[in-house]
């Protein structure tokens, strides 16, 4: 199973819908609030290169948005 993180924060709707879309699909992985976590919020901005939340690091392949074609491909979930 690759390591997923996902920077968020509470009031992003994409970061909802990318959280919603990993438990709905039994996908296990860590988020971290940069909202109010300073360290976290440096380390998605070094990842990225970008200010915009949600960042998702699928075993250091990084996403930025909830982009569920671009995920699925990380995951190597081909269409059925």
Known sequence: ??????YSTPTCQYCKMAKEYFTKNNIPYEDFNVAVDDAKREEALKKS???GVPVIDIDGE???GFNR???DR????GKK
């Open 1 to 6: 199973m690759k390591k997923i993180l996902i």
């Open 49 to 51: 290169q970008q200010i």
């Open 62 to 64: 990084i996403i930025v």
């Open 69 to 71: 074609s671009e995920i």
């Open 74 to 77: 990380a995951l190597g979930l």
